[in-house]
């Protein structure tokens, strides 16, 4: 017996006097082993690459909603503009009290130059903005925008730009302004 008063039993079978299985026998247990495995290993892997595949369309899908949104979201007016529009009224905020340290006259004189530019630049955009338009919706480059916002990826958009000799990179920026006319030197 054993320290802990647990009786050990032991076989008494004897393993010398037993035959042993026969080799053809211990060959197809062992093929049956290995061709259960690998069926298994094939069905596994195949259902994998199934989710694999799934996730990538999936992630596909999502990456055109995202270019999509992007578009929309670039072609909403003042999203841009409320950066510059807060730096803009910091200087105007310093440049009023500049002014109010400064006599009454110069002040009128300073509100009649600002006037005289802000008259002149105003005529100079109008004469620009009439040439030049964004483009997104310029003729040459449109179908390029609609393939985006259908769900083309851009990368494979850019490629068809460079193949046609157009400039990929102007796919980045739908609101950077061109003139009117079709670019010198390409053709439609």
Do not use: C, R
């Given at each position: 017996m054993n320290d802990n008063n647990i009786p050990i039993v032991e076989p008494i079978v004897d393993y010398t006097k037993i035959p042993p299985i026969h080799q053809r026998r211990t060959i197809s247990f062992i093929n049956h082993f290995i061709v259960t495995t690998v069926a298994f290993l094939n069905k596994f892997s195949l259902k994998c690459e199934e989710k694999l595949y799934e996730f990538e369309n999936k992630l596909q899908k999502l990456e055109a909603a995202v270019v999509i949104l992007e578009s929309r979201l670039a072609s909403v007016p003042g999203l841009e503009n409320k950066s510059t529009v807060a730096v803009d009224c910091d200087d105007a905020q310093s440049s009023n009290t500049v002014e109010k340290e400064n006599d009454s006259e110069s002040i009128v004189n300073a509100e009649d130059v600002t006037t005289q530019n802000l008259?002149?630049?105003?005529?100079?955009?109008?004469?620009?903005?009439?040439?030049?338009?964004?483009?997104?919706?310029?003729?040459?480059?449109?179908?390029?925008?609609?393939?985006?916002?259908?769900?083309?990826?851009?990368?494979?958009?850019?490629?068809?730009?460079?193949?046609?000799?157009?400039?990929?990179?102007?796919?980045?920026?739908?609101?950077?302004?061109?003139?009117?006319?079709?670019?010198?030197?390409?053709?439609?």
């Open positions: 008259d002149e630049t105003k005529s100079s955009e109008v004469t620009t903005v009439e040439n030049v338009e964004p483009i997104s919706k310029h003729p040459l480059y449109e179908k390029y925008f609609k393939m985006v916002n259908f769900g083309v990826p851009k990368p494979a958009v850019k490629i068809k730009m460079a193949q046609e000799g157009l400039d990929p990179s102007l796919l980045d920026d739908p609101q950077q302004l061109i003139p009117k006319e079709s670019p010198s030197g390409v053709e439609e």
